[in-house]
């Protein structure tokens, strides 16, 4: 059956929630809500519920009764609810205005509806506050003592309904707590110390919190609202209506429970009256049960009022959570922070590129059904942020934040859901939606379509993590030979595979554009030399290497650094395999034999096999193929021979936040974790680990075929180490990320300090290392030129930043300001060069 509702105050505190629920009812029933209030949002609410909403006072006796009139049940909640709590917030023209619209409001209504018509009326629990002694249990029965304004009128009100003869049922409401969108209501009690402690503030408890109270959820309030009116067999009866009874220092507990933070003061004065609480019983009889508790109110509030956790990513990936698989398929969910009112279905096709803008005000949520997505975004805010680029797959919800630039390229064939909060306009681009901001052409579309690496270089999984993005940046190594020679630009991007915990870059550069001519020649640093003396000495005491008898290849060999000393101590069986023509050629030269070429399937035909030992120094962070290349040197080893790795110490990058050894001739960045998951895919084992002192901090393994040897202890201890510094962790790197980022503000502000102070700044050493740092920090002009010992880098640029290199005669002023940014050689440098002067500084110092 149809029926007529009416709900007076529906804008208020427990008409709110009323309404919520009347929504899932309001399409069978005609429900009418009447507030002297206008809330915008609220009002557009309840319209789009099929609600009517009328402006109106129920003191309007002529309004009142041409809706109530015919009316199946009037919730009757308006009322003021501004009431002093105490005797000396009272004065009786506020007394007199809450007791007019109390009793002749009520009496208007009761006047409109019709005997067939059923009114529910939420009185008070305060209608006992007169009680003299401690009181508990109060059952519906007990004769009202009320003594203020609000608790005379609820009283006269009672006795209004009573007399009345029409079918009233009053419910004695506790204070009513609990989180609304219509107001905090921190009037109340429990609101008000979720206030206090969302703010991490200070609740005071009178005489020790005492006091008891009787507390009721709000939903719960709203809830038997409803099932009043749908009971059939209730009528003209008086129900206390109170879940917890409660001492205020209890409350105030529990919201210590939540946020430790807030702080209780007890005074110790007396209390008047120390409460005393309501019997449920009645209501409980019916049926009806209550669903919220205390704990939980308070926690809920505490949470939507305190400062969040909010993501600061500008772009944030996600999957669904509360997955729900069974043999029908997968259910994930997305909760999202604000509302939607509109969601575009976009199909893209492969290849194609869409986007290219930004919004002014709100995020971009798009959630994608199938297919997957380079994105491309920029913080326009902030002149001098990367260009950042992520991978988005089918099932995860992508979030941009506002004044963010962004671009999809769409790498397979892709449906997104574009989830919208305002409007969306495609001719009136700019006014609160989107801006063009074109910063992804199809040249570049190619470039990271042809570059990008979807999967784990180590164990295949797609789920690749952001640690930190230095930007797009030119090839480190590559310096130009003129100005305003052209170069391409690749994102330096480091990602974290969650699975096997190998961190490796987001693209993958043509290895021959690196390898194939590579100006770096291992055996020029004498510290190099002599760290391959030694390696070698120890390995043939330790392998039992027989000379003229033992077979030694050592991959990527550069120019022969580490075979030079087998040959010198007699060993005529040995191989470089090194990709570098000009490098290879040297070797030879040298009578070290060399195959040039990679080490891949479509090689191993020109290459001896059965290999002793197998060397691989410093090429396992520079192969992109990894998993080939570890076949080849397995094909080359012989049964019982030996694979010696040496690698940078992806441990060392993070602690000592070298991110300058980020640059894309390093694919991967290894910690003896991550390499004991990748060989494991292997007939593998890696019986032996140690830490070197290599290119700022290396890593050593030992390697076997099968999977019977025992590992030495050293492998377990450097594990335990790995795990207790965070390697599984993705907050780890992220750490990192955050604190590679915050370097760089401060290098910036630093240097721009340093160059208001000198009139010339001239850089020292132009590696590898440089051109990330350079690049990534966006410093070009307060450089004026760099110097160099390596002749072969003279007279050329670095690219990105575009500093001229130049030999050490150019640097004439002994006033000038030398930053050192070959950092590793600071105190060489700063001996071997006294001559320029002594105004030396370490471009380390500068990120503090
Ligand atoms: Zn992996």
């Given amino acids: 059956m149809k029926k007529n509702i009416v709900i007076t105050g529906g804008l208020g505190y427990i008409g709110t929630e009323l309404c919520k629920l009347y929504s899932g009812v309001s399409w069978n029933n005609k429900i009418t809500v009447i507030d002297n209030r206008f809330v915008s949002e609220r009002v557009n609410q309840i319209r789009n519920w099929n609600m009517e909403f009328i402006q109106g006072d129920i003191l309007d006796k002529e309004l009142i009764n041409k809706y109530c009139k015919e009316a199946d049940v009037v919730h009757h909640l308006a009322g003021i609810t501004d009431v002093p709590r105490t005797k000396s917030e009272s004065n009786n023209e506020r007394d007199n205005k809450i007791k007019i619209v109390a009793e002749e409001g009520t009496q208007n209504i009761l006047d409109a509806i019709s005997n067939k018509c059923k009114i529910i009326f939420p009185s008070t629990h305060v209608v006992y506050e007169g009680l003299e002694e401690i009181k508990n249990e109060i059952s519906e029965n007990e004769e009202t003592k009320p003594i203020l304004s609000y608790s005379s009128s609820k009283a006269l009100n009672e006795k209004q309904l009573k007399n009345s003869g029409k079918n009233y049922i009053i419910l004695r409401l506790g204070s009513v707590y609990g989180y609304s969108t219509d107001t905090a209501r921190i009037d109340i009690m429990p609101n008000l110390f979720s206030k206090i402690t969302s703010q991490d503030g200070t609740i005071k408890l009178f005489a020790g919190g005492r006091q008891i109270k009787s507390l009721v959820p709000l939903i719960d309030v709203a809830r038997c609202f409803k099932e009043m009116e749908e009971s059939k067999n209730i009528s003209?009866?008086?129900?206390?209506?109170?879940?917890?009874?409660?001492?205020?220092?209890?409350?105030?507990?529990?919201?210590?429970?939540?946020?430790?933070?807030?702080?209780?003061?007890?005074?110790?004065?007396?209390?008047?009256?120390?409460?005393?609480?309501?019997?449920?019983?009645?209501?409980?009889?019916?049926?009806?049960?209550?669903?919220?508790?205390?704990?939980?109110?308070?926690?809920?509030?505490?949470?939507?009022?305190?400062?969040?956790?909010?993501?600061?990513?500008?772009?944030?990936?996600?999957?669904?959570?509360?997955?729900?698989?069974?043999?029908?398929?997968?259910?994930?969910?997305?909760?999202?922070?604000?509302?939607?009112?509109?969601?575009?279905?976009?199909d893209s096709k492969k290849g194609?590129?869409?986007?290219?803008?930004y919004h002014p005000q709100q995020e971009q949520k798009c959630l994608f059904t199938k297919g997957?997505?380079?994105?491309?975004?920029?913080?326009?805010?902030?002149?001098?942020?990367?260009?950042?680029?992520?991978?988005?797959?089918?099932?995860?919800?992508?979030?941009?934040?506002?004044?963010?630039a962004h671009t999809m390229v769409f790498t397979k064939d892709t449906t997104f859901l574009n989830l919208v909060r305002g409007e969306r306009e495609h001719d009136n681009y700019g006014i609160t939606h989107t801006i063009k901001h074109v910063f992804v052409d199809e040249k570049e579309r190619d470039l990271l379509i042809s570059n990008y690496k979807f999967e784990c270089r180590s164990c295949d999984s797609i789920n690749l993590k952001r640690v930190v993005s230095l930007g797009y940046q030119p090839l480190a190594n590559n310096l130009l030979n003129k100005k305003e020679e052209k170069c391409d630009l690749y994102p330096l991007e480091m990602n974290y595979c969650p699975e096997c915990h190998n961190c490796q870059l987001s693209v993958a550069v043509d290895p021959k554009k690196m390898f194939s001519n590579y100006l770096y020649t291992s055996s020029t640093s004498s510290s190099f030399r002599n760290h391959f003396i030694e390696a070698t000495k120890n390995y043939i005491k330790e392998l039992k290497l027989k000379p003229k008898k033992s077979y030694i290849i050592d991959i990527g060999s550069n120019d022969g650094v580490a075979l030079k000393p087998f040959k010198d101590l007699g060993f005529n069986k040995i191989l470089g395999v090194e990709p570098a023509k000009n490098l290879a050629k040297l070797a030879n030269k040298n009578k070290i034999?060399?195959?040039?070429?990679?080490?891949?399937?479509?090689?191993?035909?020109?290459?001896?096999?059965?290999?002793?030992?197998?060397?691989?120094?410093?090429?396992?962070?520079?192969?992109?193929?990894?998993?080939?290349?570890?076949?080849?040197?397995?094909?080359?080893?012989?049964?019982?021979?030996?694979?010696?790795?040496?690698?940078?110490?992806?441990?060392?990058?993070?602690?000592?936040?070298?991110?300058?050894?980020?640059?894309?001739?390093?694919?991967?960045?290894?910690?003896?974790?991550?390499?004991?998951?990748?060989?494991k895919q292997f007939d593998t084992t890696i019986f032996k680990a140690e830490k070197i002192n290599t290119h700022g901090g290396s890593i050593r393994i030992y390697i076997k075929k099968g999977k019977k040897i025992k590992p030495e202890s050293n492998v377990r201890i450097l594990l335990k180490e790995e795990e207790n510094f965070g390697i599984k962790k993705f907050k780890t790197y992220q750490e990192f990320g955050e604190k590679i980022n915050e370097l760089k503000g401060n290098v910036i502000k630093n240097l721009n300090k340093l160059k208001e102070k000198n009139k010339k700044i001239i850089g020292f050493g132009a590696p590898a290392k440089a051109t990330t740092a350079l690049n990534f920090f966006g410093i070009s002009n307060q450089i004026d030129f760099i110097i160099e010992d390596n002749k072969l880098k003279h007279n050329k640029f670095i690219p990105g930043v575009k500093i001229p290199i130049k030999d050490k005669r150019n640097a004439k002023d002994k006033n000038s300001l030398i930053l050192v940014l070959a950092w590793n050689f600071y105190k060489d440098i700063k001996k071997n060069n006294s001559n320029l002067g002594k105004n030396f500084i370490n471009i380390k110092d500068l990120e503090n």
Avoid at 378 to 398: F, M, R, Y
Wanted: charged fraction near 25%; include cysteine; glycine fraction near 4%.
């Fill in 236 to 346: 003209s009866e008086i129900f206390n209506l109170t879940k917890d009874n409660i001492t205020v220092k209890d409350v105030a507990d529990i919201c210590k429970k939540h946020n430790p933070k807030v702080i209780l003061k007890e005074t110790n004065d007396e209390v008047p009256n120390l409460g005393f609480s309501l019997s449920n019983k009645k209501i409980l009889g019916t049926g009806f049960k209550f669903l919220y508790n205390l704990d939980q109110s308070i926690q809920e509030m505490i949470l939507k009022w305190s400062k969040q956790n909010l993501i600061k990513d500008l772009e944030h990936v996600r999957d669904g959570d509360n997955e729900y698989i069974d043999s029908r398929g997968k259910i994930s969910n997305h909760e999202l922070t604000e509302p939607i009112n509109l969601i575009g279905l976009i």
């Fill in 352 to 357: 194609t590129i869409r986007a290219n803008h």
């Fill in 372 to 404: 997957q997505i380079i994105e491309i975004f920029q913080d326009i805010l902030n002149p001098n942020a990367p260009k950042v680029t992520q991978v988005v797959n089918e099932g995860q919800l992508s979030i941009i934040k506002p004044n963010v």
């Fill in 593 to 679: 034999k060399t195959f040039n070429g990679f080490l891949e399937n479509k090689n191993l035909k020109n290459i001896k096999k059965n290999a002793d030992l197998i060397l691989a120094s410093n090429v396992f962070a520079h192969s992109d193929k990894l998993k080939e290349m570890t076949g080849c040197m397995l094909k080359l080893l012989s049964k019982k021979g030996t694979i010696i790795i040496e690698v940078q110490y992806l441990l060392n990058t993070l602690k000592d936040l070298t991110f300058d050894n980020i640059y894309h001739e390093h694919y991967n960045y290894w910690s003896l974790t991550s390499l004991i998951n990748f060989f």
